[in-house]
């Protein structure tokens, strides 16, 4: 069990029977009300978000999640499936899926992460090298400030702000928490 205030970012609590993991959460203590917690959670099931106030007191527990490492196999409308070291398949919602399918290619490891032995997410590394598959060429002499122009990403078709530097099919790494550029490679 854990007090409202001992709450961190990334911690799993249940709340009204469904997990929900918290994004934030900001402890407040005015001078005429009781001291409260305000948190942005996300339900782990549904994928959906929301903000709660509870009281500093307030007890919770805390849910362990299982995780383990895959690697992404194929596409199976509606689900994505994964399989791990042993051969074992796991199956995830596209609901799910998230931030992730803008990146995921064929043979990527991964971590799925697990409750009450059910498939509820998937967590990418934290960053990534992919091609550009298209970006437009620089407009000579701009080089006032941070340049960016968009650049598609080969496989996905998903587009990111790069530096004007960037030309069509440099392999560039990304940060995949921001969805931001960090340098060519």
């Known amino acids: 069990m854990k007090l409202a205030t001992e709450l961190r970012a990334g911690n799993v609590i249940m709340v009204n029977e469904a997990p929900m993991v918290i994004i934030k959460a900001e402890y407040t203590k005015s001078g005429r009300n009781a001291a409260v917690v305000k948190a942005k959670i996300k339900n782990l099931l549904s994928a959906g978000g929301t903000e709660l106030v509870f009281k500093a007191d307030e007890k919770f527990d805390i849910v ?56 509820i997410g998937l967590e990418l590394p934290t960053s990534l090298v992919r091609e550009v598959e298209y970006t437009e060429p620089a407009v000579r002499g701009d080089t006032s400030g941070k340049v960016m122009k968009p650049a598609r990403l080969k496989g996905t078709g998903y587009e990111i702000p790069v530096p004007a530097f960037v030309n069509t099919g440099d392999m560039i790494e990304i940060d995949t928490r921001t969805d931001e550029f960090r340098k060519r490679v």
């Open 64 to 119: 362990v999640l299982d995780k383990k490492e895959v690697t992404y196999s194929y596409f199976a409308d509606p689900m994505y499936v994964f399989m791990d070291a042993e051969y074992n398949q796991y199956e995830i919602e596209a609901d799910s899926m998230g931030d992730a399918m803008k990146y995921l290619a064929d043979a990527m490891p991964c971590e799925v992460t697990f409750y009450d032995g059910r498939a």
